[in-house]
Every structure is written in structure tokens, then in C-alpha cells.
């Protein structure tokens, strides 16, 4: 298949920002049932308080009667006058500029917030994201003109992904529809909302009067539910698969304007082909794996359960056929092909994840219950396992396979199974599990909830679910081989830091 220019028809519009991979909706929080109080005031022996008149005539009186306090007349020639009139254009001009200043405030406390665990902070080159070491870890600071265009950027991983960018000095651009996040950095440029599957909405072509152009692509827009995808697989359909094909064939058109537009003058500034695009998968491809392939490696077979699993595996398809097309269209063209990477996250976790979200994952879920002392209602004896990653984790892995140079020492075990040639000249297809390493039953995550928010909430167990995932174990040495890329946030830590993010933002929405 051969990614030639073509065009949407009506603007159809599903939520296609995001970003996150769930945990299969194995589980599910429900409060426990609590009374609800109701306050009455009763009138102490005192009766309403009438005005009468003998007089018929006097009711008119009352009811055009304009009744002021002492002091009006004298406010209204105030505001009337001329000083009254600056008085007036002063707040309307200033009172914007105060209301800005505290979203910017909030926004820093925010992100304080979320890395006051992580001992000293880096103040970052672009943004409001002070990170801690760990979070940028072998992330390199951006080269003169790198700009990065991330699709779901508004949502929870994506907005992780944007701060990381921005702090290392990097241009970026957020198209999201708003459908599963409204994550706004001011820092980066936006465009909003926009649907990935409107090719009219993906970003114009280059004009010779364009300082601003493209280096590198990030495709986090998803829909991202297993059991919605159940009853309505159309969805998954249009925004995961073709979706994500409308992406691709952009960048391909992309790197056809360029070659043709800028070639003849080429300098230093000049707009380059994009180098490489990484994509969100998920482990949710896997199924429910047999026992003797666990821990999963990037090699084991297709088992999803759900049209979720399959737009997801799909998607990897049509970036395989991408890179083949890419490398086909570079003799002919001169122009120089863009690899691709697909990153199948496990369970991703960690501060921006909405518990509200009814197919948030399972650790927000849990820390939304113990935060009201509400029951936490496990499916089953709760002895299912998980691997569970932090988010800022996630980032860095999309970050540092979105950076990896071609000529860097890598393992290409992975190659041979991808079959995309790796010569010298060609672009290349990898894909890697990001994960831990490390598994933890459901209970025993329930009892880390309760103990970390320090929760009356009760654990309860219902019967299992049919469907629902024993066991989820990932093999992580084909990302650490291939991108160098190891989990530096431990489950226990990154609950902490996921649960001081939790009290601290219920803390400002009691505040208003």
C-alpha cells in the first residue's frame, strides 16, 4: 500500500486524543453507599415582617419608590466621572493579566507538586517543568531547529511527553481534539481541537515564507478503552486505524513537499524530512497470554481480546508497510525516509491520570476511592498481576526512541521479525514493550493505596469478570538493548508521588 495523497469527506469527529493504556478494565472502584444529610431552618417564633398602609393610594408610592443607601449618589457621580472611567478601563485591563498570571502560578505549584519527591529540580530551557535528573535521564538537549508535532498532546501521557520536550529545549507543536485531556502548556504551539482523522486539520505544508517546520512526529492520539471498544468497534476503527493512517500519509506528503520545495537552496535553516515518527501501542495486543510466554517478549503472538487490540496492532501494520514505502520512495525521490517506532505500553499510571474517567486506569481508580473512604471493589480474589509503569517513565521512553540516531549501538534481534531491511541508507521499523519488569497482585496494591492515603476504605472482592487478564508480565530487556531505555521510578515510589498529586489537586478543587 502506497501512501499517496487522499482526502477526508465530512468532518466526522470522535475522541482521538490520547494517549493512555488502560488495564483492560480488569478492575473497577464503586463507593460504598453513604446517608446523606439535609439541614432545615425553622423560624424561631418570629413571623414576616409587613409594611401595611391604611392608605390605598400608598401602594403606589412603594412600588416606585427608589430606595438607596447613604452613599450611592455620591459613588455614582464617581463613577461617572472621568477618574471613574480610567478606574474602569484599569481593571478591565488588568484584571485579564491577574487572572493569567495565576493559571501560570498554578500551573508551576502544579508541577512542583508532582516532582517534590525527586530531591533537586532542573529548571527547565522551554516551559514550567522542573525535573529531577531521573526524568530526563539520558534525554539530550535539542539540537538548533529540532520541532517535534505530537498528536494527543493535551492528554495524560502526552502532556508528560510535552514537558519533557519543552525542558530539554525542544519546539513543539499539540494537535488534540480535547477529547480526553485539556492539559494546555503555553509553552507550546497548538492546534486545537483538531481531529487526526480530517486530513484538512493535520498541519499545512511549508511555504518559502515558513520559519516554523518539522523534525520529528509523536502519534499519541487514540481512542483508549477495551471495554468501549466493545460497543463500538466503528470508533476504534476510524480514530486508532485510519487515524493513525491519515498520519502517516501526512508525514509522507510532508517529506515530498519538502524534497521538492527546498532542495534547490539548501542550507543549514532550511526544512529537512522528518527523521523519525514513534507511536503509542499497548500490551493489550498480547491477549491473555499463555502462562509459558510470560515474561512477554516483543516476539510473542497476536492475542487481543478486543477491536481496541486489534486497531493497535493494525496500526503497527500500516507503520511497517510505512517504512517500506519510505525507503522505496527515497531512491526515487532523493529524499530521506522516516523511520518509526511503536512502543506497546503496559499499565501507565501517575499524576493527569482522571480518576473521573470511568476507563482511567486502575490505580487512579483506587486512589479516588481511598481519598473519599469509599470501598475499593476488586473483580475477583484479587491475585491477578500487573506491571505498572509511571507515566514520566513512559515519557522518557518516547522521548529517548524518538531521539536514538541510526549510527547508535543498538540490538536488532527485533529486526528479523519486523523484516525491514536495516542497510545503511534505509529507514527502520522497531518495536518495543514499555514496562518494568516487575509485577504486583491487585491486592496488594489495594493495601499500598489505603496505607498511602492513609484510608478507612474497606477492600472488597466480586465475583471475577469473564475475559478479564490472570496474569501481565513484561520482558524488558528488548527497550533497555534498543533504546537504552530502563524504568528509574520504582511502583512504590511512583504511588507516592501519584498520591501527593492526588491530595493536592482535591486540596485546590475544595479551594475552588
Known amino acids: 500500500m502506497k501512501y499517496n495523497s487522499s482526502k477526508t469527506g465530512s468532518r466526522r469527529r470522535f475522541p482521538a486524543s490520547l494517549d493512555e493504556d488502560n488495564d483492560n478494565a480488569s478492575f473497577s472502584s464503586s463507593s460504598s453507599s453513604s446517608s446523606s444529610s439535609s439541614f432545615t431552618a425553622v423560624g424561631g417564633g418570629v413571623g414576616p415582617l409587613e409594611i401595611s398602609s391604611n392608605d390605598d393610594d400608598d401602594d403606589d408610592k412603594w412600588k416606585n419608590m427608589d430606595v438607596r443607601s447613604s452613599g450611592e449618589s455620591s459613588i455614582n457621580n464617581f463613577l461617572t466621572s472621568r477618574r471613574g472611567l480610567l478606574l474602569k478601563v484599569a481593571v478591565l ?31 527547565p530551557v522551554f516551559g514550567t517543568a522542573h525535573l529531577s535528573p531521573d526524568e530526563f535521564l539520558d534525554v539530550r538537549l535539542a539540537h538548533p531547529h529540532e520541532s517535534i508535532l505530537i498528536t494527543g498532546g ?42 487526526i482523522t480530517v486530513r484538512g486539520d493535520l498541519p499545512p505544508f511549508l511555504t518559502a515564507k515558513d520559519s516554523y517546520y518539522y523534525t520529528h512526529v509523536i502519534h499519541l492520539a487514540a481512542a483508549i478503552s477495551v471495554a468501549e471498544s466493545m460497543n463500538n468497534p466503528e470508533k476504534y476503527e476510524l480514530v486508532n486505524f485510519e487515524g493513525s493512517q491519515e498520519v502517516l500519509r501526512w508525514i509522507h506528503d510532508y517529506n515530498r513537499h519538502v524534497a521538492s520545495h527546498f532542495s534547490e537552496n539548501p542550507n543549514v535553516d532550511s526544512p529537512k524530512s522528518i527523521k523519525k515518527v514513534v507511536a503509542a501501542s499497548s500490551a493489550a495486543i498480547y491477549g491473555d497470554p499463555d502462562p509459558s510466554l510470560l515474561p512477554l517478549e516483543e516476539s510473542a503472538p497476536y492475542g487481543g481480546l478486543s477491536p481496541y487490540a486489534d486497531t493497535k496492532y493494525r496500526m503497527e501494520t ?22 518509526a517506532v511503536a512502543l506497546r505500553f503496559f499499565n501507565v499510571y501517575g499524576p493527569r ?5 470511568p476507563y482511567s486506569g486502575v490505580i487512579s481508580l483506587f486512589l479516588e476511592m481511598a481519598l473519599g473512604n469509599k470501598d475499593i471493589t476488586i473483580l475477583g480474589d484479587g491475585e491477578m498481576t500487573r506491571d505498572f509503569v509511571y507515566v514520566k517513565d513512559v515519557a522518557r521512553a518516547i522521548v529517548l526512541a524518538l531521539l536514538q540516531e541510526e549510527d547508535e549501538e543498538v540490538d536488532t534481534s527485533f529486526k528479523e521479525m519486523n523484516e525491514v531491511d536495516n542497510g545503511e541508507e534505509n529507514a527502520t521499523f522497531d518495536v518495543y514493550n514499555v514496562c518494568t519488569g516487575k509485577t504486583i497482585t491487585i491486592n496488594t496494591l489495594a493495601e499500598q493505596v489505603t496505607q498511602s492515603m492513609e484510608s478507612n476504605s474497606q477492600i472488597i472482592h466480586l465475583d471475577p469478570r469473564e475475559g478479564d487478564i490472570r496474569d501481565s508480565s513484561c520482558n524488558p530487556n528488548g527497550v533497555k538493548n534498543g533504546i537504552g531505555f530502563v524504568a528509574a521510578v520504582s511502583q512504590e515510589v511512583g504511588l507516592e508521588k501519584t498520591a501527593t498529586w492526588f491530595r493536592a489537586e482535591e486540596g485546590s478543587l475544595r479551594k475552588g
Open 93 to 123: 485591563i488588568f484584571l485579564p493579566l491577574v487572572m493569567l498570571f495565576r493559571q501560570v502560578s498554578n500551573n508551576s505549584v502544579r508541577h512542583h507538586i508532582e516532582n517534590n519527591n525527586n530531591g533537586d529540580l532542573v529548571p
Open 154 to 195: 493535551l492528554g495524560f501521557i502526552g502532556s508528560h511527553v510535552v514537558d519533557l520536550l519543552l525542558h530539554r529545549g525542544f519546539n513543539v507543536t499539540i494537535l488534540d481534539d480535547e477529547s480526553n485531556g485539556h492539559n494546555h502548556n503555553p509553552s507550546a504551539r497548538e492546534l486545537v481541537p483538531n481531529d
Open 318 to 339: 500500516l507503520m511497517r508497510q510505512f517504512v517500506r514505502d519510505e525507503n522505496e520512495y527515497a531512491s526515487d525521490d532523493a529524499v530521506s525516509p522516516t523511520s
Open 353 to 357: 491520570q482522571d480518576p473521573k474517567n
